[in-house]
């Protein structure tokens, strides 16, 4: 459940607010009639993100690259002409010239698209991949992850929203302010982006200073995205304040009730944006680590070898719990495999690895086996068979209460746990 909460949240809410901020400042230069043109461009950018999901998941680019770097350099095209226009616009539409008001309308909705595409297709492909990875759609567990994704898209969506409404009643001049370092800072996360997937497939080369600016990228992602929700809550702030020592001027009682109703509609827009970012600097921190800790793997027990055959009594294994052993192969790899007593006549055997998550291993976790990686619970049934996030099965036989395994078909997987290895 908190897995995809985090996921969700950290990797679609820049996206989403960057959208929104585009959209509220759109409403200030232009008015009303530019609501449609946001409108269509959230749609599309909905539409393009789940033909981009199909085309990713279903691999029917081979080189997927050859997508996202256009759509990033668009999006770094398009910032530098939005800000651009609405700089040199007067705000409201007042005395905006024909160009300039279809260069932020056509723009702006194009900006929607991009971010979305480039950050939406993955969230489109998450739920996808907890159901083929072997998970049961109607287990708790599946429920759960279920409750945890739509979780995340509702304090996205309900924060952006909000934060929209509220752009749009900011001043011109603070509007402006925020989009440019707004801007600046996804421009340098998307450049980085940009150019490592351009190194990644050696389209150009890569030198020292563009290496060590990669490098700083990669491992700040986080902080640029907390410098993003730091301008947010204090275009919010400033928002709030605003609402409260701004003095009212009216001609007649009923004038004032409705000045005093806007602006509490106002403060309750931006109180729900401040405490949607502040949930999701909870979400991507605390939330984040608790979700993440790692789980140590229970110590691998001993066995016997004879010739070419490891064996393992079946008292040793017959309690129902898993039980973790370990082959050190002839080139030196640590070769984990697990047991689990299914039921009273079968065993589940198989490595401590699956095709999908590599030798990460697994746990137990009160009567349930767990993928350390995905956190998805296996069915003790299907451990010994192929498929999904099932152990690797490992072939054996029963004779003399022991089970006996091959030597050979442990060696079968030496380079998936190689050191360093794990996919």
């Known amino acids: ?14 996206a989403g607010l960057l959208s929104a901020l585009v959209c509220g400042v759109s409403v200030i230069c232009l008015g009303d009639v530019v609501k449609n043109a946001n409108r269509w461009g959230v749609i ?22 050859y997508i996202a770097i256009p759509l990033i350099v668009l999006s770094l095209v398009l910032c530098v002409v939005y800000s651009v226009s609405i700089w040199t616009s007067i705000g409201n539409g007042k005395r905006s010239s024909e160009i300039r008001k279809k260069s932020i309308t056509i723009s702006s909705a194009l900006l929607v698209v991009s971010f979305l595409a480039i950050e939406l297709p993955d969230v489109f492909i998450y739920p996808v991949r907890f159901v083929e990875m072997g998970q049961s759609t109607f287990s708790t567990d599946f429920l759960f992850k279920a409750i945890g994704y739509v979780f995340g898209l509702a304090v996205v969506c309900l924060t952006s929203c909000a934060f929209s409404i509220s752009v749009a009643n900011l001043p011109f001049a603070t509007a402006r302010v925020l989009v440019v370092c707004s801007f600046a800072i996804v421009a340098v996360t998307h450049f980085g982006l940009c150019m490592q997937l351009l190194v990644g497939r050696r389209i150009i080369r890569v030198s020292r200073q563009l290496f060590r600016f990669i490098v700083f990228v990669i491992n700040h992602e986080q902080q640029f995205l907390f410098l993003l929700l730091a301008t947010v809550i204090g275009s919010m702030i400033a928002l709030l304040f605003a609402t409260i020592r701004q003095p009212v001027r009216y001609t007649n009682p ?70 973790r052993f370990t082959y050190r192969s002839v080139d030196g ?91």
């Not at 069915?379 to 209460?401: M, V």
């Not at 030597?407 to 190689?418: G, I, L, N, P, W």
């Open 1 to 14: 459940m908190l897995k995809y909460l985090v996921d969700v949240v950290e990797n679609l809410l820049a």
């Open 44 to 65: 599309s950018g909905g539409i393009v993100s789940c033909i981009l999901a199909v085309v990713k998941h279903r691999a029917l680019v081979r080189r997927y690259e």
């Open 254 to 323: 009923a004038e004032h009730r409705r000045i005093r109703a806007t602006r509490r509609t106002r403060r309750r827009w931006a109180a729900v944006v401040v405490v949607g970012v502040i949930f999701s600097i909870v979400d991507v921190t605390a939330i984040k680590a608790f979700d993440r800790k790692t789980v140590e793997l229970s110590p691998s027990e001993p066995f016997e070898r004879f010739g070419d055959a490891l064996v393992i009594p079946l008292l040793q294994v017959s309690d129902g719990h898993l039980h």
């Open 333 to 423: 790899n640590d070769i984990r495999f697990i047991i689990i007593k299914k039921n009273a006549h079968a065993f589940g055997v198989g490595f401590d690895a699956c095709e999908i998550c590599g030798a990460t291993g697994y746990y137990e976790r009160g009567n349930q086996v767990v993928c350390r990686l995905c956190d998805v619970v296996m069915n003790i049934n299907t451990i010994g068979y192929k498929g999904g996030c099932n152990p690797i099965p490992l072939k054996y036989t029963i004779a003399d209460g022991n089970i006996v395994i091959a030597v050979a078909d442990v060696e079968v997987e030496s380079r998936r746990f190689r050191t360093g290895g794990g996919r």
